[in-house]
């Protein structure tokens, strides 16, 4: 095998391709080696703080980009603002003194910066994908998977949205380090960009004081899997937490995202998503968003189902009922009316039909099953519609 010295270069994602696992006390990583084709030993040492790695059976050598850009950050502010004399026919005009009321000359006054440009997210920080990629390597066996355990998610659920764990004394944020670690998941955009980190602290409630339980990272937000935006097959649930999330698609919902929040809600982000399922909790602020962004999505031609307080079974969120054993995701298109039979709408009138529903309930406050048989009632006696009624137990069109 030929010993390679070039300086390379490789991206946190490509990094996390190549299973790393944490040893050195969390300041070094060992990943399969890329550069040579490893898939059976982890070859390669990566030093988490300087972002330098190397494989010791081909001699591949380089840094991670996130550490290259963070050198370039440096660097940028370190640079000293010269520029080279230019020949002048006369001396400048020397610029009067300012002096304070104590006769002090008053201190030069800072410029003021132009606010950037509105755009996509950014990074909350340069080291975030290697930051992940630790985290996630020490999420097995660790207090974070006994943790997902009681919550009644599986460790190759989490580990296939990215969750991992970080130790007590790791997590960036060192002003909202907790003593039992933190669960950490990721923030993305439609596009798949990581642009920060969400840790919830490991314990019960009675544990874990309520100002120390969630802590982001701070900078910009996303969504918990938010590459689900992009998918176009069936309805898009939403939620607030990212274990709500994780109960959900536990529960067999394979469209989630969590918005981490009730005022996380982003429209430019679902432009193409034609209909929603809303999981919100169940409290005041809870109802309150999910009526609003019913409202919000039915002017925008959305079709919306909201999952009733029902479906939680008296608890206050997905992931309590969820780890409770009592949640019910069987909510659909559907109509429920008298006598137990099911109301069938047609795909031809069903936009509209959804549109009715979602402003009945959420500017009149009507219940969801009296909402559908109004909105359909109200679609019969319109002229332009010419749809019969149909009521039948198997749901279908006739």
Known sequence: MT?????????????????????EGGHGLRALCPFHGSDHQRSLRVTVAAGRFVCFACGAWGYLAEARERWQEERQHQAVDWRPPTRQRRPPRPQPTLHTSAGHPAAASKPVARPAAPGAPAPARPDLAQQLAVFQAALPGSRGETYLQQRGIPLA???????????????PHAARDWRGGRVVFPHTTPDGCLVNLYGRAVGTAAQVPKAKRHDHLPGEKGYLNAAALQVDTGPLWVCEGAFDALALLAAGCTRVVAIFGVHGWRWDWVRQVREFVFALDTDGAGQQQWRKLAREAALRGKQVTVLEPAAYGGYKDVSEAWAAGVLGVGVGPAAAVAGGETLAVPEEVYEAWAERVAIMTADGGVQHGEAERLAWEGLQGCPQSSIASHVGHDGKKA
């Open 3 to 23: 010993p390679r010295v070039e300086n390379l270069t490789m991206t946190g994602a490509e990094l996390a391709a190549c299973m790393p696992i944490a040893g």
């Open 157 to 171: 659920l989490a580990q296939q949205y990215g969750v991992g764990y970080a130790a007590p004394n790791t997590w």
